[in-house]
């Protein structure tokens, strides 16, 4: 069955040219056909061209490109796609060691495949969709994805309730498309062991993409105090204890975070002295601590996940950045980051800046931090960028 085509308006063609893989509303003339949410069409030029291929979808993004070749998007597509996202991942050295076992091996647009997210935790792989086009082939995904994994994935867990445009009105439930609950959620990274709740948790269930940055932490914590702000489950609390810091407290506004957080330091410091968990909103705490930090980790969730609300997310990263400027110990070391995609390098880094400013504290520039190999970014898709950091030495 010949695909619906969809023709764009005279001048919209430059960014498919520059192999960008969006096409916006806007950029739309007219479509024949009407398309159901998350159907293939073609993409062509107002001069009839060819384009692209991509799934369709209401709202600003109208069609996610997934090729630009007349193709067939079918389970043998899938499949090349996740072998080469597979391949990437043995080559970066993050497949078949013990010592790690948590992994994404679909970054999105990153690995060229817009829409969907796929982390690997030990035997579980966890499938997210972003677009009514990924969910629809779920179970066609799944496929492809176990004849490439082979026996080394025994569960997939389909998480998609909550990423899904509500727009779309397809009801998605989360549930395991092959295997059960039978493995525990217990996985692995860099030799410390990590409960990952994929059901119930944040995103797939753990912050993958902070792991070289963790391992970044462990090396400046010997002999610290640390607080490990918006902790979630514990992550760079348990790298600063493995690098010897003599405190760590770890501070959520979730109970259940925080639950999650303790029982990782208990799973991999049982009985550990050095730690202490705190619920409570982070502003609070930061106003009321004191100076007894000489090292802070500032992780929030994003603050902008659109760019209407842009300036009130830098305004929140320069007032969250400003209470650890002024608190921090002198000589300490200050981990912050932001993860909105919106917020670009440049509005975070002035956002520190300005916060640096009013604090009026001399403060140099360590490391400045991005997301691992992997979640690559497609070199067309600079939005693909989200994760940005910088480490800070505060005299």
């Not at 080394?152 to 779309?168: G, H, V």
């Not at 305004?315 to 981990?335: D, H, S, T, V």
């Not at 070199?379 to 989200?386: C, L």
């Amino acid at each position: 069955m010949s695909c619906k085509r969809v023709y764009l308006n005279r001048g919209k063609e430059e960014s498919l040219k520059r192999f960008h893989p969006w096409v916006f509303s806007g950029a739309i003339h007219r479509i024949e056909g009407v398309p159901e949410e998350g159907e293939i069409v073609e993409v062509y030029d107002s001069e009839g061209h060819f384009l692209a291929t991509g799934h369709c979808q209401i709202g600003s993004i109208a069609v996610r490109i997934l090729s630009f070749e007349k193709e067939t998007i079918d389970k043998t597509f899938w499949k090349k796609r996740l072998e080469a996202a597979c391949r990437l991942r043995r080559q970066a050295g993050f497949t078949g060691s013990a010592a790690n076992n948590i992994y994404r091996l679909v970054h999105g647009e990153g690995d060229f495949l817009p829409g969907l997210i796929v982390d690997i935790y030990a035997g579980t792989a966890v499938i997210q969709a972003h677009s009514p086009g990924m969910h629809i082939v779920r179970n066609e995904l799944a496929e492809a994805l176990q004849d490439v994994m082979g026996h080394s994935i025994q569960n997939i867990y389909y998480k998609s309730e909550t990423t899904l445009p509500f727009k779309a009105g397809l009801d998605a439930e989360n549930g395991y498309l092959t295997g059960g609950p039978d493995t525990p959620g217990v996985a692995v990274e860099n030799g410390l062991t990590f409960r990952v709740d994929w059901e119930k948790g944040q995103k797939t269930g753990f912050f993958i993409d902070q792991r070289d940055n963790r391992s970044l932490l462990e090396r400046y914590s010997e002999g610290k105090s640390v607080l490990n702000m918006f902790c979630y489950t514990g992550g760079f609390s348990c790298y600063a204890l493995r690098g010897g810091a003599q405190l760590v407290h770890s501070v959520d506004s979730s109970p259940k975070a925080v639950a999650l957080a303790d029982e990782n330091v208990r799973l991999n410091f049982p009985g550990d002295p050095r730690h202490q968990s705190f619920a409570e909103d982070a502003f609070k705490y930061l106003e009321k601590m004191g100076d007894r930090y000489d090292l802070i980790v500032l992780d929030p969730p994003a603050f902008a996940k659109h760019r209407n609300v842009l300036k009130n997310a830098l305004q929140g990263y320069r007032k969250l950045n400003a209470i650890a400027f002024e608190k921090i110990k002198p000589g300490g070391i200050l981990f912050t980051f932001s993860c909105s995609q919106v917020v670009t390098k440049n509005d975070f880094r002035l956002a520190v800046f300005s916060a640096a400013a009013q604090s009026g504290r001399k403060v140099k520039i360590l490391h400045q931090l991005a997301q691992p190999a992997d979640h690559p970014i497609n070199i067309y898709h600079p939005e693909g960028e989200y994760l940005k950091g910088l480490i800070l030495s505060v005299e």
